[in-house]
């Protein structure tokens, strides 16, 4: 009995050995992501019938290790889509643009050399607006703003001394608020159509969660 409670004591001493944090107190992290596509639609039977959506984006991060297991951040984030649809009869517009700003904190649970359970927390606020061009030359502009709350766990994996791959496994919870307000005007600028918008969500996944819902991203770590 004394010698399996040797063997396991200085099996857990070896097992936390080799899971220790790879980070120091102080390094810091650059995160970012850029996306962008591209479609385009020809409808054969409907000469003239075409559809051109073109999405795109940017964020960027700028986090702190307050501990080698905790991470603190700050970052921006940029989104702009296009969509335009084209017939005989119909036509429109959409021009979105979207601007944010969030914080962020993540703790990190050692698993393995170089792998870690992390726990995120991220709290934004974004800007959004619209033009929406019809075919009879009326314009519609969609304003508002939102504010969102999330948690998620992930993995990550330390590849380099300087570069760490990322992935999100899945969203805890969510809570988010938007408020909006939309104005039609006519061809000659007269406001016709004026309304607002009020919404609120929260979602949670705590019961279960979808690998098919992975997402991965690559962080840089700064020299101390």
């Avoid at 929406?132 to 330390?158: A, C, D, P, S």
Wanted: with cysteine; net charge positive; hydrophobic share 35%.
């Amino acid at each position: 009995m004394k010698n399996r409670y040797i063997l396991t004591t200085c099996l857990c001493l070896t097992l936390s050995v080799m899971v220790k944090a790879q980070f120091t107190t102080g390094q810091k992290v650059i995160g970012g992501q850029l996306h962008f596509s591209n479609t385009n639609y020809e409808a054969t039977n409907s000469p003239g019938a075409i559809e051109k959506n073109i999405n795109g984006g940017v964020s960027l991060s700028l986090s702190r290790f307050t501990s080698p297991t905790l991470l603190r951040g700050i970052g921006v984030q940029y989104a702009y889509s296009d969509a335009r649809y084209n017939n005989t009869s119909t036509t429109y517009e959409n021009k979105n643009h979207v601007l944010g700003a969030f914080i962020e904190l993540t703790k990190l649970q050692p698993l393995a050399k170089k792998v870690f359970l992390s726990f995120s927390g991220t709290g934004g606020i974004n800007y959004s607006f619209t033009d929406r061009y019809q075919t009879n030359n009326t314009k519609t502009q969609m304003k508002g703003y939102g504010i969102n709350l999330m948690g998620g766990m992930g993995i990550w994996y330390q590849l380099t001394n300087r570069f760490v791959l990322t992935g999100n496994v899945s969203n805890l919870f969510s809570v988010s608020y938007g408020h909006g307000k939309t104005t039609s005007y006519l061809a000659n600028n007269t406001t016709v159509v004026e309304g607002k918008n009020n919404s609120f969500s929260i979602n949670t996944g705590l019961t279960n969660f979808s690998l098919g819902n992975i997402g991965f991203g690559v962080k840089y770590l700064l020299k101390k």
